[in-house]
Each structure stands twice: as C-alpha cells, then as structure tokens.
C-alpha cells in the first residue's frame, strides 16, 4: 500500500490491495464460522440433551475454552500443520485454508457453549412434547436447533466476532503474507509496527464497520425470519 | 418449511469449494515461500524487487516476515523453500548443521543508532559507535534493546561487547529489552524518547518518530550483511527447489543486484549490493 | 381376521408413583378398554396429569405393573397425547402437522395431502400457513389435536385440554373430542370441569389424593354417587 495514504482515501480510492485485504478478512472468518458451527451446533446440542457420565467435565472445559487464547491455539495449529508436524503432508501452512482451520478451533468452543445453554432452556419447555411424539435423539437435536435458530444467529455472531477481531492466530498460521494471508488484523499489526499509526487506526475502523455491517446483516436476516415463522 | 438437507449442501459447497480450489490453485502457479526478517519487510525493499523477478520469471514470492531466529526456525521445519536473512554466523550453522544448500551473500545495509532529539547523552553525530554507547551507559540514558534474539539484537548485543561493556551484567533501570520487532522498538523508543538501536531500512521507512533522530552512523561496525540460503531439499523433499535457485540465482544476478541498488527511500539508498565481493 | 396389534386394554395394576417423598399416585389399579370416553376427574393434585402421563408411557411406575393389550411395553405409537399448553413448533400450523406425519414414516408426497385433511378435520384449513405460534390458544389446542391425529392412535389422551381457553374455543374443542370418540378412537381425558365430563364421558373415574375413589358410567356418578368425596365434589365444596 501506498506510503503516507489515510485509510480513508485509500477506501475512496478503492485501492485494490486493500480490498483484497477485506476480502480476505471476511472469507476467513466468514468460513471458520460456519465450520465451526457446523460442529459446534450439533455438540452444544447433544450436550445439552444427553446426559453421560463427565458430562459435566466436558462442559466446564468447552465454557473454559471459550476464552483460549488465540497466539496459543495459532501456535498449537502451526506445529500440527508445519512440514515438520504431523499434518505437513497437508501443505497447507501458510495459507487462508490454515487461517479458516485454526479461527475455526478458536471459534468452536464459543459456539458449542453458547447453542448448549440455548438449547437447554429449550428442552424444558420441549421436553414432554418431543418425548410423547417419540422423536428420536437425533431428530431433537435437529428439531431444537431448528427451532432455536433466532437465538443461534446471536451465537453465531459471538463466534464471527471473536473470529474477525482477532489477530494471534492468523498471523502465526498465515505468516502475513502481502497479497495472500495478510487480513485486517494482521495488516493492521504490520502498519502499527511500521509506525504508519494513521493508517492503522484507519484500518481498525474500517474492521470495526465491517463487523457492524455484518452484524446488521444477521439482525435484518433474524427479524425478518421471525416476522415470517413466529 | 424449507427441505434442511440443501441448505447444509449450499453450506458446505461454500466451505468446500474456495478451499478445494484455492489448494489446487496454490499447486498449480509457480511460487516459493521465502522466509525473511522484519526488517527487509518494514523498510520496503521486497515491495520494490519482487515485481521484478516475477515479471521477469513468472515466480510469485510469498515472504514470511519474522525475526531471524524465527526465519531460520521455519527453514529447519522446512515451511519455506528459501531463508534471507542478516545472521552470517547463524545461516552458516544452519549450512554446516544440514538444513541448508548454500550460503550466497547479497546485500549489507547499515545499522543506526537513534536517539531522542535533546540528545541527554550529548552522542549525536560521533563516528564512534563503542564510544557512544559507553556514553550512554555512564550517563544511564534511557536505551531500548529489542531483546527478541533477531540479528538486530544479536548486532546490538556485538557492539556493546566491542565497546567493552557487558550488558548483561552492567545493565540498569534505564536500559529496557521489550522483546519485539524493530517497529515496536521504535515505537516505543519515540514514546519514552530514549536511544535505540535499528536498521538504516526499517528507520528509512518508519513514519511515527516523534523527536527522535539519527544519533550515530557510518561507523564500519554497523554493517549489517545480508545471506540468502536454499532450503535443503535433503531434508524436505517437497521444496521448491529449481524454483528457490531461481530466485537466489537472480538476488545475485547483476540484474537483481541493480534492483537491490535501486531502491531508495528519500532520494536515499538503503541496500548495498555485494554478492561478489569477498568474504562478504 | 387379522391378529390386531393393539395397545388396549390398558391395565394399571396397583401402580404407584413417587417423586420426593411425595406419593403422587398410591397403589392404583385401573383399566381402560375400548370404547366411551373415559373422564378423569378430581381436584388439583389429585394425580390426573400423573396417571395420564403413566398410561401413555412416558413415566414407569415405582412399583406395580402396567401393560398395554397385555404386553409390558410396546412402541406406543397408536398412543398420542394433548397436553393443556401444546408446545407448537416455530413453523407454520401445515409443517408442525407434517412434522408428525415425517416421523411416522409417511412419505413426503402424501404429507401434504394427509396434512391438509387433518386441519380440515380440525376446522384450520384457512391458517394452514400461518406460523403455529400466532394462532390463538384455541386454535393451538386444536392444532395440537390434530397433530396427535396424524398418528392414527388407537387411545387419545387429553390433559385438561380447555383449562386455558374460553368457552368459544372450549366448545370447538370438545365437540371435535366428540367428533373423534365417535370414529373409534379411545379418550381418555383429564378434566376438572363437572360439567365438561357430563358432557363428554361414558364413564368416569374420581381420582382424590393419588388413589381412585370412584368408577361409574357417568349417568350413576351424577345420579348416585357411592362416595361421600364424590357428593360433596359435585356439590361444589371442596374435598381435600
């Protein structure tokens, strides 16, 4: 990027460096999440509906893990994906798929301990009519699910935005390279540390906006599904 | 109600498909992974060569920045194909220790010294780097080290030994080791106006300086010479290695030397091209 | 002739049910067989909702036995059950009803059809797409009786299905009760509207304190009561 450019004329510009920065940003934080509600809602709900012994081992540490500190769980990633690691025959180091991956283990805990208590208070209510009509495990965890859906998105949200906000993970697993794995975060870190502190401050609000406008999009998605399904 | 089985097929064509084929692309475009240091990054110079080479070679260079020590990790690892960094001592064990095909000299560039613009220890403009910072110790001047083991460190660490002062020992309240980059050096040295120790590059390049100032240059003691390696193959059979040579073979090239040359910030060149001269 | 599968007559014997140390049903002994509508009737706490729940299998008892047309226990899928706030799904009236039709195995290209025609039955075929939620409590009520219909059940209960709901609803909803008993489906309903019971029963059984006091055809409980409980409910005091 241009030295000495405000974020704000870069944007009006519509420099194309930087917009491959937001694309990126959204793409990786956008896919860790959905992958990890794809195995967080199902967990939070099978927690919530079955009872096994240390049941509840497993759900003080998933509450517990929802703080996980990202530069840790970016470290623990890299040494599985590095050549050196187990899954250096993936080759995938470096890369936005290792970011997705590694934003998705951070992510994954929030979402299954968020959809667990939801889904918890709703077996109450759910419970003697699910049970009379004889539904089977599986069909209450997606029945459930289903039915909590509007909750969920709030879920869902609390995960993009632990996603999107952070910067340990990317940068150890994406290495910050320009063009290829540098985000918002990371390019942040990078003008910061370059002492282009304008530019970086631009930047976190434009990140700041970004998340806003996702988080708008979900609300307007939410109401206008709840206006249609009661 | 909606059929649920295709929206979880939209869902995971979603995931799936840019991952599949960004993995595909990634194995079909010609590109190596160069494993570098902070201070080639901040000061810009890959931003100025690198559209040379793959305009010339069609090879993308994707540089991860880290500190030496970091760089030459991830060489070890064998996560990148090519190692460039300011370490002479370290890039010849990691030849001598197997991890690497052969150390090429490229370019030096000088180290600084910066201080606050009041100057407290009253340095600026001495040509002698030992005396400057035996200077600062007597009057225990406030002194940011990056202490994070990266060759700007080790260098730092070089010259307070030349100057015959052991830091480790001799060190005080005024002299702060934060662990860092060399941006979060500088920032921090502008914050708490104290001396500090940096790349000529990185310097060059670096906008948030608040009063500080070049203190002490020119000394022959502060340069800093810069090694390419090719990761050995040996050990890691998937590097790139026609594709990692091809890039070193250019750093070296008269062509990729005047690109080095070429780079200046404020009218000022920052690298100095040496890869013939001897013993570099 | 073909052998039927069926889960009547339902025999209690001397079952009994605790929660706590609270007894909630005390050894009782009872059966339900084919035929009028059965009326539970009995003051608050009396263990209406307890045996309900208990003959339709979705509690086992502490002790005593209970067997569906003799078998200790079956796949109690001709038994459904309406409870006196029905839990509607977040979709609308026509899907909760295909919901139920799914997980009896019914294939998706009748679902429609077969749903349709039990909301006709239950007079909601004008709110089919409307979101179960919004529908008023009486027509919930109804939708959820339809929803239990979608399992063509041999036995229907009904827990204290009208509590909730004024007369209007209450009337649309017992007449489809009527409606259903006279197409041989079981009712057996808990209640504790005197009237209601006359006007739906062929027999009744007073439940006080977890135990039965009283069984009889409905026209000998109103006429000739044997308990002292018994009069004195119908009198209107009330019987602790």
């Known amino acids: 990027m241009p030295d000495g450019a405000s974020a704000l004329s870069l944007i009006l510009a519509g420099d194309p460096s930087l917009y491959a920065i937001v694309r990126l940003s959204l793409f990786v934080s956008l896919s860790a999440t959905v992958l990890a509600a794809f195995v967080g809602l199902p967990l939070g709900a099978a927690l919530a509906l079955v009872h096994f ?16 500190p990202p530069v840790v769980v970016g470290l623990v990633v890299f040494l599985l994906l590095s050549r050196s690691g187990p899954l250096g025959f993936l080759g995938i180091l470096f890369t936005p798929q290792a970011m997705i991956v590694a934003q998705a283990l951070l992510v994954l805990p929030i979402i299954a301990a968020l959809s667990r208590q939801t889904i918890e208070d709703l077996w109450v209510e759910y419970r003697d009519e699910l049970t009379a009509m004889r539904v089977p495990p599986a069909g209450r965890v997606a029945t459930l699910l289903w039915d909590a859906r509007f909750s969920l998105v709030t879920t869902l949200l609390a995960g993009f935005g632990r996603a999107a906000a952070e910067v340990g993970t990317v940068m150890i697993v994406g290495g910050n390279i320009d063009g290829f794995t540098r985000t918002m975060t990371t390019a942040i870190a990078l003008e910061t540390s370059k002492g282009d502190l304008p530019l970086a401050i631009g930047l976190g609000f434009l990140l700041i906006a970004l998340i806003v406008a996702v988080n708008a999009a979900a609300w307007g998605v939410r109401r206008i599904g709840e206006l249609r399904a009661g | 109600m909606r059929d649920r089985p295709s929206i979880f097929a939209v869902l995971i064509a979603c995931i799936a498909l840019p991952m599949a084929g960004a993995t595909f692309t990634a194995a079909q475009e010609k590109s190596i992974v160069v494993a570098s240091t902070t201070s080639t990054q901040d000061s810009g110079l890959f931003g100025h060569i690198l559209p040379v080479f793959t305009a010339k070679t069609g090879i993308t260079v994707k ?10 990790d991830t060489g070890k690892r064998g996560d990148a194909d090519v190692v460039f960094v300011h370490a002479r001592a370290a890039e010849e064990k990691f030849v001598a220790d197997g991890f690497g095909v052969k150390r090429y000299p490229v370019m030096y560039n000088d180290f600084v010294l910066i201080g606050p613009g009041n100057d407290p220890a009253r340095i600026k403009g001495m040509k002698d780097i030992a005396e400057a910072l035996r200077k600062i110790k007597a009057d225990a001047a406030a002194f940011i080290s990056r202490g994070d083991k990266s060759g700007t460190h080790q260098a730092e660490l070089n010259l307070w030994k030349a100057a015959g002062i052991d830091i480790a020992a001799d060190k005080g309240p005024w002299y702060k080791e934060i662990g860092q980059g060399m941006g979060a050096a500088l920032n921090t040295a502008a914050a708490a106006n104290a001396y500090v120790f940096a790349d000529r590059g990185t310097w060059g390049s670096f906008k948030n300086r608040g009063g500080l100032d070049i ?4 000394d022959r003691r502060l340069f800093n010479q810069y090694g390419v390696v090719l990761v050995n193959p040996a ?20 062509e990729g030397q005047k690109a080095i040359a070429g780079y200046r910030i404020n009218g000022r060149q920052l690298f100095f091209p040496n890869a013939m001269a001897p013993g570099a | 002739m073909h052998a039927p599968r069926s889960d009547l007559p339902i025999v209690l014997e001397d079952v009994s049910i605790r929660a706590n140390d609270v007894t909630i049903l005390d050894r009782v002994s009872l059966d339900l067989v084919p035929g009028a509508p059965t009326i539970l009737i009995g003051p608050n706490g009396a263990g209406k909702s307890a045996l309900i729940r208990l003959a339709m299998g979705l509690i086992a008892p502490a002790s005593g036995r209970i067997t569906w047309g003799g078998k200790t226990a079956t796949d109690g899928r001709r038994r459904a059950v309406v409870f006196q706030r029905p839990v509607m799904l977040r979709r609308s009236a026509a899907a909760n009803i295909t919901y139920a039709l799914k997980l009896e195995g019914i294939p998706r290209d009748r679902r429609t059809e077969r749903a349709a025609g ?5 007079g909601l075929s004008n709110l089919a797409e409307r979101p179960a939620r919004r529908l008023s409590s009486g027509e919930q009520q ?6 239990a219909l979608a399992c063509d059940p041999e036995v229907l209960f009904l827990d204290e299905p009208t509590a909730s709901l004024d007369p209007a609803a209450t009337k649309a909803v017992e007449d489809l009760v009527r409606a259903i008993a006279q197409t041989g489906v079981k009712i057996v309903m808990a209640t504790h509207d005197l009237g209601q019971a006359r006007r739906l029963a062929g027999d009744i059984v007073f439940l006080l304190r977890g135990s039965v006091r009283e069984r009889a055809p409905v026209d000998k409980f109103f006429s000739s009561p044997a308990t002292t409980e018994v009069s004195a409910f119908i009198r209107g005091d009330i019987v602790i």
């Not at chain 1, 012994?53 to 893990?65: M, Q, Y």
């Not at chain 2, 540089?63 to 030459?72: D, F, N, P, S």
């Not at chain 3, 039990?118 to 239950?122: E, F, H, K, T």
């Not at chain 3, 109804?142 to 929803?147: E, N, P, S, V």
């Open chain 3, 142 to 147: 109804r939708l959820a009786l339809a929803r």
């Open chain 2, 63 to 72: 540089v991860i920045a880290q500190g030496t020590g970091q760089a030459l």
């Open chain 3, 118 to 122: 039990l909301l006709d039955q239950v």
């Open chain 1, 53 to 68: 012994p240390g049941r509840t081992f497993i759900v003080v540490i998933t509450n517990a893990f929802m703080g996980l």
């Open chain 2, 235 to 254: 050990k890691h059979r998937h590097v790139k290695k026609e594709l990692g040579q091809t890039f070193i073979d250019w750093l070296i090239s008269p």
């Open chain 2, 215 to 218: 203190s002490v240059e020119g």
